[in-house]
């Protein structure tokens, strides 16, 4: 028996020794095994799934557009994700990134048409958009968060409704005529007028969709974070009220100032990502744009362990999949839903681990940090 388990652990512990992947092994294997169940179903259509994935990963990186395209796609992906992620170090679940993302975006594509804008140097222009963004994301966030604090309102429900909230509130104040409020009269579908050109990002690549400077402006976010969980105060304190707050509070910590204040700040990396989109990409807000990227980036936190740099290949392998989709569907006759199947199945995996360690053999306890107890999947 203990000869079969050496056998069995073998390859696994090969992967560990030569790799160092013990903080990826679980999200790792789960994307694997993922793959897999996709391309049986792929398999079972009819279609040959080597084929099908060839054209995805061409898709996704097969020409340096393509490559630019794909780290585009996944530019906003990064901050909804950390809106999610840093709420949960502070054991909040923040479902509420979707509403954030609305709200931020509007405030930036608002800001971009203020009067002045048009005759001010782009040094002054894109700062007042994207502190514009982060200040609607973050007043979103704050009000869950508040509620919290004040009431003991469960934040899930109080996002959830600010969701819709926000959704339908940035609707009535785009689509609306009569009064016109927001809209642009000239455009043909719904939506604020084009930001002041000196208020846009600088492009890197004119890929599709243009990749430009607020790719550092996210990964440069994920960096800050990591480091404010990792080496102040203020993130040793947001860590323990989420692991324990009866504890924090024992401690001298004010829970409920952390509470409001991990809100305020998970909204507002939400709404940074709303303001890079708009000033980045779209250069106009428009509600459909944010469609599901909250979503995804609750799916992206946890496959990242809310790990503020694991989040960063997380959401470039969720960006690039739904940029590569269109291709597989082209070329393979796969429809695109099946790359939204296989993301499912990463999260499904990643949740229900205990399959990934049978399939595998991986043994309890071999994850390293990025791997979670209860309230935040791990600790900085």
Known sequence: MNNQTSTDDRPHRWILQTWNLQPVLIPLYAILLAFIVGGVLIALIGVNPFEAYWALLRGMFGTPDRIAGSIARSVPFIGSALAL???????????????????????AGWAGTWAFMYDT??????????????????????????????????????????NSIALFGT??????????ILRDTSASVPRTKEIS????????????????????????????????????????????????????????????????LAMVLAGGFAGLAAASEVAGTNYFFQPGTFAFIGFDGIAIAL????????????????????????????????????????????????????????VFHVRDGTESHLDAPTTGLSSA
């Open 85 to 107: 992620a840093f709420a949960f170090r502070a054991g909040l679940f923040n479902i509420g990134a979707e509403g954030q993302l609305l709200v931020g975006g509007l405030a």
């Open 121 to 162: 140097p782009g040094i002054i222009a894109i700062p007042i958009v994207i502190v514009a963004g982060f200040v609607g994301g973050a007043l979103w966030g704050g009000i869950p968060g508040a509620l919290r604090a004040t009431t003991g309102a469960h934040e899930v429900i109080t996002t959830i409704m600010l």
């Open 171 to 180: 609707r009535w104040l785009i689509n609306s005529t009569d009064p016109k």
């Open 197 to 260: 050109e000196t208020a846009r990002l600088p492009q890197l690549v004119d890929s599709q969709p243009p990749l430009h400077m607020g790719l550092f402006l996210m990964l440069g976010l994920c960096l800050v974070v990591a480091f404010v969980l990792k080496r102040t105060t203020f993130g040793f304190e947001t860590i323990t009220v989420g692991t324990n707050p009866h504890a924090a509070r024992y401690a001298g910590v004010n829970v409920n100032r952390i509470i409001i």
């Open 303 to 358: 496959l990242a362990r809310t790990n503020p740099i694991a989040i960063i290949p997380a959401a470039l392998l969720w960006g690039s999949l739904l940029s590569g989709a269109p291709l597989m569907q082209q070329e393979a006759d796969v429809s695109i839903d099946v790359v939204r199947v296989i993301q499912a199945m990463v999260l499904l995996f990643v949740a229900a681990d205990a399959i990934v360690r049978w």
